[in-house]
Protein backbone atom coordinates (compact mmCIF):
# COMPACT_ATOMS: atom_id res chain seq x y z
CA UNK A 1 0.00 0.00 0.00
CA UNK A 2 0.85 3.62 -0.78
CA UNK A 3 -0.03 6.40 -0.14
CA UNK A 4 0.77 9.67 -1.56
CA UNK A 5 -0.17 13.04 -0.51
CA UNK A 6 -0.01 16.72 -2.10
CA UNK A 7 -1.05 20.10 -2.27
CA UNK A 8 -0.26 21.84 1.24
CA UNK A 9 1.67 25.02 1.10
CA UNK A 10 1.31 28.30 3.00
CA UNK A 11 -1.96 30.07 2.77
CA UNK A 12 -3.43 33.51 4.61
CA UNK A 13 -6.62 33.21 6.63
CA UNK A 14 -9.51 32.90 4.99
CA UNK A 15 -7.61 31.21 2.02
CA UNK A 16 -8.50 27.96 0.10
CA UNK A 17 -6.17 24.98 -0.24
CA UNK A 18 -6.96 21.52 -2.16
CA UNK A 19 -5.36 18.07 -1.25
CA UNK A 20 -4.91 15.09 -2.70
CA UNK A 21 -3.56 11.51 -2.16
CA UNK A 22 -2.71 9.14 -5.03
CA UNK A 23 -3.00 5.22 -3.62
CA UNK A 24 -1.97 2.22 -4.79
CA UNK A 25 -1.16 -0.94 -3.87
CA UNK A 26 -4.64 -2.05 -3.06
CA UNK A 27 -8.40 -2.19 -4.34
CA UNK A 28 -9.08 1.25 -3.67
CA UNK A 29 -12.62 1.55 -4.41
CA UNK A 30 -13.15 -1.59 -1.63
CA UNK A 31 -12.07 0.63 1.13
CA UNK A 32 -12.73 4.05 3.41
CA UNK A 33 -10.45 7.24 3.13
CA UNK A 34 -9.72 9.53 5.58
CA UNK A 35 -7.74 12.30 6.07
CA UNK A 36 -6.12 12.99 9.64
CA UNK A 37 -3.83 15.90 10.70
CA UNK A 38 -1.11 16.82 13.73
CA UNK A 39 -0.68 20.50 14.62
CA UNK A 40 2.72 21.22 16.53
CA UNK A 41 2.65 19.83 19.84
CA UNK A 42 -0.69 17.54 19.81
CA UNK A 43 -2.19 14.28 18.72
CA UNK A 44 -3.05 13.46 15.59
CA UNK A 45 -6.61 14.06 15.08
CA UNK A 46 -9.55 12.71 12.69
CA UNK A 47 -10.29 15.35 10.03
CA UNK A 48 -12.47 13.41 7.59
CA UNK A 49 -13.56 9.82 6.34
CA UNK A 50 -15.30 8.96 3.04
CA UNK A 51 -17.28 5.83 2.26
CA UNK A 52 -16.31 3.71 -0.56
CA UNK A 53 -18.48 5.10 -3.24
CA UNK A 54 -18.54 8.89 -1.97
CA UNK A 55 -21.72 8.25 -0.61
CA UNK A 56 -21.05 8.41 2.98
CA UNK A 57 -18.62 11.33 4.85
CA UNK A 58 -18.37 12.24 8.29
CA UNK A 59 -16.15 15.84 9.60
CA UNK A 60 -14.71 16.48 12.73
CA UNK A 61 -16.75 19.26 13.98
CA UNK A 62 -13.86 21.61 13.89
CA UNK A 63 -14.11 21.80 10.15
CA UNK A 64 -17.78 21.29 9.34
CA UNK A 65 -18.99 23.50 6.54
CA UNK A 66 -15.71 24.50 5.63
CA UNK A 67 -13.84 20.75 4.57
CA UNK A 68 -15.06 18.82 1.80
CA UNK A 69 -14.09 15.14 1.40
CA UNK A 70 -14.05 13.66 -2.18
CA UNK A 71 -12.76 10.80 -4.02
CA UNK A 72 -12.49 9.53 -7.77
CA UNK A 73 -12.35 5.79 -7.75
CA UNK A 74 -10.74 5.75 -11.55
CA UNK A 75 -7.90 7.51 -10.57
CA UNK A 76 -7.72 5.96 -6.81
CA UNK A 77 -7.39 9.32 -5.61
CA UNK A 78 -8.47 11.21 -2.33
CA UNK A 79 -8.91 14.64 -1.81
CA UNK A 80 -9.63 17.39 0.45
CA UNK A 81 -11.00 20.90 -0.40
CA UNK A 82 -10.22 23.00 2.56
CA UNK A 83 -11.84 26.83 2.47
CA UNK A 84 -12.14 29.59 4.92
CA UNK A 85 -9.26 28.09 6.54
CA UNK A 86 -7.32 29.51 9.87
CA UNK A 87 -4.41 29.48 11.82
CA UNK A 88 -5.61 26.21 13.74
CA UNK A 89 -5.98 24.48 10.59
CA UNK A 90 -2.31 24.94 10.53
CA UNK A 91 -0.27 20.98 10.67
CA UNK A 92 0.93 18.33 8.58
CA UNK A 93 -2.22 16.29 6.94
CA UNK A 94 -1.97 12.60 6.70
CA UNK A 95 -3.83 10.38 4.13
CA UNK A 96 -4.63 7.19 5.64
CA UNK A 97 -6.63 3.69 5.16
CA UNK A 98 -7.25 0.45 7.35
CA UNK A 99 -6.25 -2.59 4.84
CA UNK A 100 -5.41 -5.52 7.26
CA UNK A 101 -2.94 -2.71 8.78
CA UNK A 102 -3.03 1.16 9.32
CA UNK A 103 -1.59 2.89 6.50
CA UNK A 104 -0.65 6.55 6.02
CA UNK A 105 0.93 8.88 3.91
CA UNK A 106 4.18 10.54 4.57
CA UNK A 107 2.43 13.94 5.28
CA UNK A 108 1.83 17.57 3.68
CA UNK A 109 2.29 20.21 5.69
CA UNK A 110 -0.55 23.23 6.04
CA UNK A 111 1.00 26.43 6.74
CA UNK A 112 -2.28 29.17 7.75
CA UNK A 113 -0.76 32.43 8.59
CA UNK A 114 -0.55 36.06 7.10
Known amino acids: VQLVESGGGLVQPGGSLRLSCAASGFIFRNYYMSWYRQAPGKERELVAT????????NYADSVKGRFTISRDNTKNTVYLQMRSLQPEDTGVYYC????????WGQGTQVTVSS
Open 96 to 103: YTYTTIRN
Open 50 to 57: IGYIGGST
